[in-house]
């Protein structure tokens, strides 16, 4: 669950940016529990923890920049996306380590790009669970379990460490789309595995976790899941 706060006076404007989060969420198995603030001080009153924040910046009483600062001084590191009319507000968010901004009126080509980029970084800030809709309904599941995806026909097969296997009909570049790129890597066609779950590695193969599962990449993967390899600094046995 992605506890989100959308920081916007304008109906219109909040009732469009909550749909796009629910589709956006439904295409790409996240699943967004939404508050709505109509301004910025009761979002400032309230002591709740969100993993992703939207601000308006034209807001009566306080502007969203203001309201940015205040809260950097409690939380410096949640991502904060500003919507507004006008690009010259928006630039000014390096001040406040903003991730980026969407212009009004929102289009959802520039918000499902941001998106994207957006999810690799909540992903990382928190062990996070993704909604999996399989035949039998839906199934939550935590990113730390997944050991690889691997695509057959059209269907995906979650691979849990508690050996659980999980299908869901889809594509294997939307299940990218849905994890974070740090965490995961697309090492063929046909598979992503779990950097954090690599025990060993050798000329053409990596292997995960203590039952030692071989996943076979492809030359042009190879340097890809040798770098994050590398930033995670795995120990490799």
């Given at each position: 669950?992605?506890?989100?706060?959308?920081?916007?006076?304008?109906?219109?404007?909040?009732?469009?940016?909550?749909?796009?989060?629910?589709?956006?969420?439904?295409?790409?198995?996240?699943?967004?529990?939404?508050?709505?603030?109509?301004?910025?001080?009761?979002?400032?009153?309230?002591?709740?923890?969100?993993?992703?924040?939207?601000?308006?910046?034209?807001?009566?009483?306080?502007?969203?920049?203001?309201?940015?600062?205040?809260?950097?001084?409690?939380?410096?590191?949640?991502?904060?996306?500003?919507?507004?009319?006008?690009?010259?507000?928006?630039?000014?968010?390096?001040?406040?380590?903003?991730?980026?901004?969407?212009?009004?009126?929102?289009?959802?080509a520039r918000f499902e790009s941001l998106m994207i980029k957006t999810m690799k970084i909540v992903g990382s800030n928190k062990d996070q669970e993704i909604i999996l809709k399989t035949t039998g309904g839906a199934k939550k599941v935590s990113l730390s379990s997944i050991l690889y995806v691997e695509i057959k026909d059209?269907?995906?097969?979650?691979?849990?460490?508690?050996?659980?296997?999980?299908?869901?009909?889809?594509?294997?570049?939307?299940?990218?789309?849905?994890?974070?790129?740090?965490?995961?890597?697309?090492?063929?066609?046909?598979?992503?595995?779990?950097?954090?779950?690599?025990?060993?590695?050798?000329?053409?193969?990596?292997?995960?976790?203590?039952?030692?599962?071989?996943?076979?990449?492809?030359?042009?993967?190879?340097?890809?899941?040798?770098?994050?390899?590398?930033?995670?600094?795995?120990?490799?046995?």
């Amino acid at each position: 669950m992605i506890k989100t706060a959308i920081v916007e006076d304008e109906d219109e404007a909040f009732e469009t940016l909550k749909g796009f989060l629910l589709k956006f969420g439904e295409d790409n198995n996240f699943l967004f529990s939404i508050t709505h603030y109509k301004e910025g001080l009761s979002f400032l009153d309230e002591s709740k923890n969100f993993d992703l924040i939207f601000m308006d910046i034209e807001m009566p009483h306080m502007n969203g920049m203001e309201v940015a600062k205040k809260l950097r001084e409690k939380d410096r590191n949640v991502p904060l996306i500003f919507i507004t009319n006008l690009v010259q507000y928006a630039i000014q968010g390096y001040q406040v380590d903003a991730i980026d901004y969407v212009l009004k009126p929102i289009q959802y080509a520039r918000f499902e790009s941001l998106m994207i980029k957006t999810m690799k970084i909540v992903g990382s800030n928190k062990d996070q669970e993704i909604i999996l809709k399989t035949t039998g309904g839906a199934k939550k599941v935590s990113l730390s379990s997944i050991l690889y995806v691997e695509i057959k026909d059209h269907l995906l097969i979650y691979y849990l460490d508690n050996e659980e296997e999980v299908e869901v009909w889809g594509t294997l570049a939307n299940a990218k789309a849905s994890l974070p790129d740090d965490m995961f890597s697309r090492c063929s066609n046909s598979v992503i595995i779990n950097i954090q779950k690599v025990t060993s590695i050798d000329k053409d193969k990596a292997y995960l976790t203590n039952r030692k599962i071989p996943i076979s990449f492809s030359r042009n993967k190879q340097k890809d899941v040798l770098n994050k390899l590398n930033e995670k600094k795995v120990s490799l046995s």
